[in-house]
């Protein structure tokens, strides 16, 4: 029984429970999220450095050293992409 969890469920052998929470996405437009906090939050392993590349525009070096010329250029592109009604970037 996982009382604690769901209350009345019993879990037999060979079953599984699957529980899916809200995971909140955060605050505001990540593209506004100051880089450095990014860059802190790829160091802390909360993040990647493909996600912080896809989601955030924020480009690291494999060694999470802050390449702020490359995410300027990258946040642009991510925007204008992003207001593009053709979509074509």
């Known amino acids: 029984m996982l009382r604690s969890k769901v ?3 019993q879990i037999r052998a060979g079953e599984r429970f699957v529980c ?3 995971a909140g996405g955060g605050y505001g437009n990540p593209l506004a999220r100051e880089p450095a906090r990014v860059r802190d939050d790829v160091a802390d392993g909360l993040l990647s450095v493909e996600v912080a590349r896809r989601a955030y ?20 592109e991510m925007i204008n992409a992003r207001t ?6």
């Open 7 to 9: 209350p009345h469920m």
């Open 20 to 22: 899916i929470g809200p």
């Open 57 to 76: 525009g924020v480009v690291l070096t494999s060694t999470g050293v802050l390449r702020e010329d490359e995410t300027a250029r990258l946040r642009s």
């Open 84 to 89: 593009d009604p053709m979509g074509s970037g």
